[in-house]
């Protein structure tokens, strides 16, 4: 653990041992999940091949954010992987059929993942974020 001395506005002060008492929790409890609750989206959960490209979203803007939370995979790709998903299932897959599967899963990983990123920072920024189901 580090320690930080912060200068914080009586207001401030105020809120959190308010909070605090109604919550009944220390108030170093109370200002530490304040702080990582506004802190920016976590990557860690993201497997490793990812992180690098969600961290360069951060750069972006907020209407670049809002384009990518619409963003679907090109529907003949959809219909390429759900082809190459059934054949997969029935064990017929060539060499070359598997590395597609493989490349188009993650795309589609890379694309799922970039969505919900683009959300969180988005929410972090401080916009709303209408929960829907992806088009199809």
């Given at each position: 653990?580090?320690?930080?001395?912060?200068q914080l506005p009586d207001h401030v002060y105020q809120r959190l041992t308010?909070?605090?008492?109604?919550?009944?929790?220390?108030?170093?409890?109370?200002?530490?999940?304040s702080i990582e609750a506004g802190l920016p989206p976590d990557l860690s959960?993201?497997?490793?091949?990812?992180?690098?490209?969600?961290?360069?979203?951060?750069?972006?803007?907020?209407?670049?954010?809002?384009?990518?939370?619409?963003?679907?995979?090109?529907?003949?790709?959809?219909?390429?992987?759900?082809?190459?998903?059934?054949?997969?299932?029935?064990?017929?897959?060539?060499?070359?059929?598997?590395?597609?599967?493989?490349?188009?899963?993650?795309?589609?990983?890379?694309?799922?993942?970039?969505?919900?990123?683009?959300?969180?920072?988005?929410?972090?920024?401080?916009?709303?974020?209408?929960?829907?189901?992806?088009?199809?």
């Amino acid at each position: 653990m580090q320690s930080v001395t912060v200068q914080l506005p009586d207001h401030v002060y105020q809120r959190l041992t308010a909070a605090a008492q109604a919550s009944q929790k220390p108030l170093d409890d109370l200002v530490l999940q304040s702080i990582e609750a506004g802190l920016p989206p976590d990557l860690s959960h993201v497997p490793k091949r990812f992180q690098a490209d969600l961290r360069q979203m951060d750069q972006m803007s907020d209407a670049l954010l809002q384009q990518l939370l619409t963003t679907d995979l090109d529907p003949e790709k959809i219909k390429q992987y759900e082809t190459l998903l059934e054949k997969n299932q029935m064990g017929n897959l060539t060499t070359k059929e598997q590395k597609a599967l493989t490349l188009l899963r993650e795309e589609a990983d890379l694309l799922m993942f970039r969505r919900a990123y683009a959300a969180a920072l988005l929410k972090w920024r401080g916009h709303i974020v209408p929960v829907s189901a992806p088009s199809q």
